[in-house]
């Protein structure tokens, strides 16, 4: 089966944790924090591979994690880094993230090899946090939970030359008879639900071996989705060359054409404006034999080159040379060939806004979100099971200027802080010392009273 469109979900391998150890030798009696740092988690890349065609590798196995990293240890022993796991994919794959729809990179270089998700940062051990004032810090910092996402793969096929064309207008037979591919032929609409590839033998001693694609038949409304449309207008936009198939013993051949060109157009105006050649195939039937001259006529006034052929007559069918012929003489030379029909790729970087501001302040129901990545990643950082730890992360919050933007957005104690996938119960120090002073005035009251 071939495979074009699969989702799936990465997720990057979790920091060590840092050691919270003291040098424990003799003769060493105060030997201090010696804790080492956690290992980063592992990443996952994905690389292309050209020996690839489809995504049928991602049929079964849809989700793919990288390693985690190794804690720390005694004497500052850094924790093994987690294993990065290396994803293949076949030229022409986009990859899109499933949750917003936004491009992360469309590969179409050999060998190009893109980071999808990051591994989390290893914590620092408890060496790091020595002061002139705390010499013996017990606070060391958790692992990083890696980068996690859900992705979704589309493969367009790369191919110097692309047949297009209404159902049964006889693509899969011209394929047959341009090239050594045997596709799935009949005489009915929509026999191809899938593409086919074959290499064009051009009879040229010049190096050029070009590919051609047979792609789905297209019928009217296929960019709105009707039909195959999609899986067919997905392929179609990396070819260099499209072949565009007419019947010419149709009742309105000019008519068909122009229901292909109008679906190009719609789903993309620059499809037109790829070199294109016009193959008026059925030549053998007497409802063609009469009117291919005019045809001919017809798609010159358009400023289309076309030729006429019988594709049912194999290798040796009328016409057959004459569109092997034309094909090359619009396809390049074989280094210009041996390059991707498009740029090297494309690979999308995006700047998160959080990452200049530093972090912002929110309702969310009854509770406050703050949104930041160093808040959140100090946040997965910090061991509040340790006093030490979450006295830190609280000095951080007034540090970053959060304590205050919480007060300001009418967060108060009891109420609860949302910091990526942890829930804090907030304790505001400035409502804790005005209670103090409350309990302090009752006390006196009650002594007055007494």
């Known amino acids: 089966m071939f495979l074009d469109v699969v989702e799936l979900h990465v997720s990057a391998g979790r920091g060590g944790d840092g050691a919270s150890t003291m040098r424990r030798e003799s003769h060493v009696p105060r030997g201090g924090p010696d804790g080492g740092d956690g290992g980063r988690g592992g990443s996952i890349y994905v690389v292309v591979e050209p ?26 022993s850094h924790g093994k880094a987690g294993a990065d796991l290396v994803v293949g994919v076949p030229p022409g794959t986009a990859i899109f993230d499933a949750a917003t729809g936004d491009l992360v990179a469309d590969l ?18 408890n060496s790091h946090f020595v002061t002139s004032t705390h010499q013996a810090p017990r606070h060391a910092q958790r692992g990083e939970p890696g980068e996690a996402r859900a992705l979704r793969l589309e493969l367009r096929l790369i191919a110097d030359v692309g047949l297009v064309g209404l159902p049964n207008a006889g693509k899969s037979t011209l394929l047959a008879a341009l090239t050594a591919a045997q596709p799935k032929i009949g005489d009915y609409a929509f026999t191809t639900l899938e593409p086919n590839l074959g290499v064009l033998e051009l009879g040229l001693d010049d190096g050029r071996r070009p590919t051609i694609a047979d792609l789905p038949g297209l019928i009217e409304g296929a960019s709105m989705g009707a039909g195959l449309g999609f899986a067919f207008l997905r392929h179609a936009s990396r070819t260099r060359i499209i072949a565009h198939v007419v019947d010419a013993s149709a009742a309105d051949p000019m008519r068909d054409a122009e229901i292909i060109r109008e679906e190009l157009r719609a789903h993309n105006p620059a499809l037109l404006d790829k070199t294109t050649l016009v193959i008026l195939n059925k030549i053998d039937l007497p409802a063609a034999a009469t009117r291919i001259n005019d045809l001919r006529e017809a798609f010159a006034a358009m400023g289309l080159r076309s030729v006429a052929c019988s594709a049912a007559g194999g290798v040796s069918g009328a016409g057959v040379v004459d569109v092997r012929s034309a094909l090359a003489e619009l396809l390049p030379d074989a280094e210009t060939l041996a390059q991707p029909t498009e740029p090297a790729g494309v690979v999308v970087h995006r700047i998160d806004p959080l990452a200049i501001a530093g972090f912002s302040v929110e309702r969310e129901g009854d509770s406050f979100r703050v949104k930041g990545k160093a808040i959140e990643r100090l946040a997965h950082q910090t061991d509040f099971d340790r006093d030490e730890s979450a006295e830190r992360f609280q000095h951080e919050l007034a540090r970053m200027g959060i304590e205050e933007s919480l007060r300001r957005a009418g967060c108060r104690a009891g109420d609860t802080v949302l910091i990526g996938p942890i829930a804090l119960a907030w304790e505001d120090p400035d409502d804790a010392a005005l209670r103090d002073v409350a309990d302090d005035l009752d006390d006196e009251e009650e002594e007055a009273l007494q």
């Open 51 to 76: 020996g690839l065609t489809t995504l049928r590798d991602f049929e079964h196995k849809r989700r793919y994690a990288a390693g985690d990293g190794g804690p720390g240890g005694d004497k500052k």
């Open 108 to 125: 179409v270089a050999r060998e190009q090899k893109v980071m999808l998700v990051r591994g989390g940062r290893g914590g620092l051990g």
